[in-house]
């Protein structure tokens, strides 16, 4: 029978603080009733409540390249403990908590009715029938569409119709570049220590994005039902389908949970394509399919086409200049 013992060092996690501290060298004991004793590392952290951080380590402190990726948490109190138990402490290791992932938005778990009642102004008939969808587990999304420049600096290139300003939304990508910009971002995120391995950049399925976009409300829009759009054009780029254009992110309100051209602007490549079945459902599984959705709308669409419930089929070669997308961070 193995014992839990753990050993507590207090930090205090800053916004974009580094704090590194050390676990001494300690073995494995036995006890005198026959117990084999185990020491892990408990890390005492004291932060903001909702804060999120990652949790690092290494043995060998002088190798700037040897940081690895423990975990990420997010804190429910203003002290929280946190034990590694990936391995019992038999020789020194340092630890040290850093503010993750910038430019995200932790999305909670939670249950939402997906889709819109038939009653629902500007609705077409591929959003139901409405299902209640549960996550279990959270997951970080993108506070703004992927840039031309973050693109550019990962990909090397720049696919976009509108270019001149590095903060547009890219666009005029296929779901397959998508698809490649979010398993080259894991790659290097994972190869160089600061992402767990369990954790991946992808785009968001159909369900985590109307979740996320919905931020708990049941409205047609985040902002409210807004039957004659004229709080819209606070929160939305849309309607100018002849002389309009993408606008650089951020530039209008965000949603509740601080989300940004959830509506308007480009419209957003999803992960897939769900089916509705009525009833509910739990964690429902992405889909290969080659079809895929685009939500949210865009600066080439009229009003209706903006609401929360609203979809678009997107073949994954297909190329407008209409459609870009953002990525979420989420747990395999």
């Given at each position: ?5 753990h ?10 603080m ?26 005492s952290i ?6 999120l951080y ?22 429910t ?20 908590s850093m503010r993750?992932p910038?430019g995200m938005?932790?999305i909670p778990p ?6 819109s009642p038939?009653?629902?102004s ?5 959003e ?6 549960t ?10 569409e992927?840039?031309q ?6 990909m090397?290139t720049?696919?976009?119709?509108y270019k ?10 296929t779901?397959?570049d998508?698809a490649?910009?979010?398993a080259?971002l894991?790659?290097?995120e994972q190869?160089?220590?600061r992402?767990p ?15 996320a ?25 849309f309607?100018?389908p002849?002389?309009?254009k993408?606008?650089p992110?951020g530039t209008k ?8 051209d ?10 897939d ?7 509910s ?5 992405l889909?290969?399919v080659?079809?895929?959705m685009?939500?949210g709308?865009?600066?080439?669409s ?17 190329r407008e200049?209409w ?5 979420i961070?989420?747990?395999?």
């Amino acid at each position: 029978m193995t014992k839990l013992i753990h050993g507590r060092v207090s930090i205090t996690a800053g916004a974009l603080m580094t704090i590194s501290f050390v676990v001494a060298p300690l073995a494995a004991a036995q006890s005198s009733s026959g117990l084999g004793l185990k020491l892990y590392a408990g890390l005492s952290i004291t932060g903001q409540v909702a804060s999120l951080y990652t949790i690092q380590q290494t043995s060998d402190v002088a190798d700037s390249n040897s940081w690895r990726a423990l975990d990420i948490i997010q804190l429910t109190n203003q002290m929280q403990l946190y034990i590694d138990t990936a391995t019992p402490v038999q020789a020194q290791r340092y630890y040290r908590s850093m503010r993750w992932p910038l430019g995200m938005a932790w999305i909670p778990p939670g249950t939402f009715l997906m889709g819109s009642p038939s009653t629902e102004s500007g609705r077409n008939s591929n959003e139901g029938p409405q299902t209640y969808v549960t996550f279990t587990r959270g997951f970080f999304i993108g506070k703004f569409e992927v840039t031309q420049g973050e693109y550019l600096s990962l990909m090397g290139t720049n696919p976009s119709a509108y270019k001149g300003n590095l903060n547009l939304p890219v666009e005029t990508v296929t779901w397959n570049d998508a698809a490649a910009y979010c398993a080259r971002l894991t790659q290097i995120e994972q190869a160089a220590g600061r992402l767990p391995t369990r954790w991946v950049y992808r785009l968001p399925s159909e369900a985590q994005w109307e979740y996320a976009c919905r931020a708990g409300t049941a409205t047609r829009f985040s902002h409210g039902d807004d039957g004659s759009y004229t709080l819209l054009p606070l929160y939305a780029w849309f309607g100018d389908p002849t002389t309009g254009k993408p606008n650089p992110v951020g530039t209008k309100l965000p949603n509740p949970w601080g989300l940004y051209d959830m509506h308007g602007n480009v419209w957003e490549l999803c992960q897939d394509l769900m089916t509705y079945t009525g009833g509910s459902v739990i964690d429902p599984p992405l889909s290969g399919v080659t079809a895929r959705m685009t939500r949210g709308g865009s600066w080439h669409s009229l009003g209706p086409r903006l609401r929360s419930a609203s979809r678009n089929p997107y073949d994954t070669v297909n190329r407008e200049a209409w459609v870009g997308f953002r990525i979420i961070l989420a747990a395999q």
